[in-house]
């Protein structure tokens, strides 16, 4: 079975410091592995995916993650934070062709002036 | 493209009433689900369907719940009778076929469904 587990449930950090959101993910295969972000009130929107391709993946906004096998990690990063960037982050895993999404229970940015 | 499009986005309802929420996919989609979003809970996949046809419905709550897709452009999800319990936000998102890897989800706004 497959799982995902975000390491901490609230981040803050300083607008133009750096930004990680820690994931770690279980799966007895090669998952699919994703972001997405919820910010508040809104509907989810994928930030960006990895399914087996370059292991460094760029998404929207500035944001990357680096896929690493060896430590089951999918880590979400940005160099310098936005105030706009404040949301709910969620790490998500899925097995190759099957469509149904797992989950994290979601990171909360903060940005502070 | 309007993206999925959710109704209602806010519905407020007494204890044992009926409530029906619709959905309207991308057109093109293939697949779509249903979500649950609760502060205890985080996001359950409830349902989802592929070609208008229920795939997996394990996360279904209990017979209270039922959702149908009687064509490519829309589906509903209700509960009946609702409780309490059900409060949360409901999301719909719907997907392109799967092609080996799978494809981006892309969701509705949500429909915050309260039961007093």
């Known amino acids: 079975a497959q799982s995902v587990t975000q390491l901490d449930s609230h981040v803050s950090v300083s607008e133009g410091t750096p930004v990680l959101l820690r994931c770690n993910y279980s799966?007895?295969?090669?998952?699919?592995l994703f972001w997405y972000v919820q910010h508040p009130n809104k509907g989810l929107q994928l930030l960006l995916k990895y399914t087996s391709a370059a292991t460094l993946v760029k998404g929207i906004n500035g944001f990357e993650a680096e896929f690493k096998k060896s430590e089951t990690s999918f880590h979400l990063t940005k160099p310098s934070a936005h105030m706009s960037d404040a949301a709910e982050y969620f790490c998500v895993v899925s097995l190759p062709r099957d469509n149904k999404l797992i989950f994290g229970a979601g990171t909360r940015l903060a940005v502070h002036p | 493209d309007a993206g999925v499009i959710q109704s209602p986005r806010h519905e407020v309802t007494e204890m044992g009433q009926e409530v029906t929420l619709r959905c309207k996919p991308i057109s093109g989609h293939n697949s779509l689900f249903w979500y649950r979003q609760t502060m205890m809970r985080g996001l359950e996949l409830l349902i989802y369907?592929?070609?208008?046809?229920?795939?997996?419905d394990s996360g279904m709550p209990e017979d209270r719940f039922s959702a149908k897709m009687p064509n490519a452009s829309f589906s509903t999800l209700k509960i009946q009778p609702s409780e309490p319990r059900d409060s949360a936000v409901y999301f719909c998102?719907?997907?392109?076929?799967?092609?080996?890897?799978?494809?981006?989800?892309?969701f509705g706004p949500g429909t915050r469904l309260t039961v007093l």
């Open positions: 998102a719907s997907s392109l076929p799967t092609s080996g890897f799978h494809n981006e989800q892309f």
């Open positions: 369907f592929n070609n208008n046809v229920p795939i997996d």
């Open positions: 799966s007895s295969y090669s998952p699919s």
